[in-house]
């Protein structure tokens, strides 16, 4: 079973907490505030109390092999490259760290972060698809230029099948799967054809899924519509 510490409990530290909390893993947290601690302290396989940028107390506290550490000093910066720079030097092989800024993520990868998180950032990049476009429902980057999108078939694309579509070629996007209405996902057949409420699944560039679901359009429309209201609110 693998075991992972959570240094620290701000928002990102809990969120974490939660999700590992539905899998079949050994959490370790660490953190001063004993408040926060008794909350998850029936449901983890210990919680600790204590000040975690004292170096020579997480030497005796974290098991040794351990399999990740997941820091989050909330806004205090100093203090959580200083943690990823311990764990480092600990030998702690996967060790992710939340950033607040540019420089305190490229600083704490020089200190020996393997992952740096930035989770204002990537909630942004996720929810922001949602807004400008009617036809995504979910967003992930996944790394680099790549996402991958769930998307709303558009009304063009009914009764027509996958082969004709052809999607990469005419978009540049792959065809990971297709749902239809209250089902689950599965594998398609390049003769399938696509029926109303389908739902598919794709990855591709940030550009190309834009592209596609006209975000670019409607992103001018959009700025149409604020030089409206702004016009609106400058008469007197």
């Known amino acids: 079973m693998k075991q992972v510490a959570i240094l620290g409990l701000s928002y990102f530290g809990q969120a974490v907490l939660d999700e590992l909390l539905e899998m079949d893993v050994e959490i370790l947290l660490i953190d001063k505030d004993r408040e926060v601690l008794d909350r998850y302290r029936d449901t983890v396989s210990m919680a600790i109390g204590m000040d975690i940028i004292n170096q020579e107390a997480l030497e005796k506290t974290l098991p040794k092999n351990i399999d990740a550490v997941v820091i989050d000093m909330g806004k205090n910066i100093e203090a959580s490259i200083l943690v990823a720079s311990y764990c480092k030097k600990l030998g702690v092989n996967n060790i992710i760290a939340k950033a607040e800024t540019d420089a305190h993520g490229e600083i704490l990868g020089i ?126």
């Open 111 to 236: 200190v020996g972060a393997t992952k740096v998180v930035f989770p204002n950032r990537e909630a942004a990049k996720r929810i922001v698809p949602q807004i400008v476009s009617n036809l995504v429902l979910n967003y992930l980057p996944v790394g680099g230029n790549l996402v991958i999108a769930e998307i709303e078939i558009p009304d063009s694309f009914l009764g027509k099948t996958v082969l004709e579509l052809d999607l990469r070629k005419k978009f540049g996007l792959n065809l990971i799967s297709v749902r239809s209405a209250d089902k689950e996902y599965q594998l398609i057949d390049p003769n399938y054809r696509f029926l109303e409420g389908d739902i598919a699944l794709v990855s591709g560039t940030e550009s190309d899924v834009d592209q596609f679901t006209g975000r670019l359009e409607k992103e001018g429309s959009k700025r149409g519509i604020f030089n409206s209201i702004k016009e609106l609110f400058s008469k007197k």
